[in-house]
C-alpha cells in the first residue's frame, strides 16, 4: 500500500530546533513537499524537493531556517527547522507527486499525502 508517514513534531521553545521525517513505502516519488495548515486559508507550502535532481524550494517565511533534504536509499525526505518561531507552530504535512509542475508549493500540485505532525514553539 502507498503511504506517507511524518514524524518529528514535538514541542520546542523559540530558537530551537527539529527535524520532520516523511517516509514514503510502496513508490518512489518524483516530487516530495512540506506543507502546514494556516487556519481559516487551507496549507502554506513550506519546501519542496524533486528526488531525482535534488531541487529544492522554499518559501520566504522558512528561508535560510528550513533544509528539505532526502536519503534515497530510505525513500525518506526531512524537513530540518532551525531557529524556529512561534509563528511557525501548525500541523505539519508531507506531500508527494508524480510528475513535474511550475508551482511546486501549491499544495493542489500534490497527489498522496500524510497524517501530518504537530510542531509546537513557545515563546
Known amino acids: 500500500q502507498v503511504q506517507l508517514v511524518e514524524s518529528g513534531g514535538g514541542s520546542v521553545q523559540a530558537g530551537g530546533s527539529l527535524r520532520l521525517s516523511c517516509a514514503a513505502s510502496g513508490y518512489t516519488y518524483r516530487r516530495v513537499g512540506w506543507f502546514r495548515q494556516v487556519p481559516g486559508t487551507g496549507h502554506e507550502g513550506v519546501a519542496a524537493i524533486y528526488t531525482s535532481s535534488g531541487t529544492t524550494y522554499y518559501a520566504d517565511s522558512v528561508k535560510g531556517r528550513f533544509t528539505i533534504s532526502q536519503d534515497n536509499a530510505k525513500n525518506t525526505v526531512y524537513l530540518q527547522m532551525n531557529s524556529l518561531k512561534p509563528e511557525d507552530t501548525s500541523m505539519y504535512v508531507c506531500?508527494?507527486?508524480?510528475?513535474?509542475?511550475?508551482?511546486?508549493?501549491?499544495?493542489?500540485?500534490?497527489?498522496?499525502w500524510g497524517q501530518g505532525t504537530q510542531v509546537t514553539v513557545s515563546s
Open positions: 506531500a508527494a507527486a508524480y510528475g513535474d509542475t511550475l508551482y511546486p508549493l501549491r499544495w493542489g500540485e500534490y497527489h498522496r
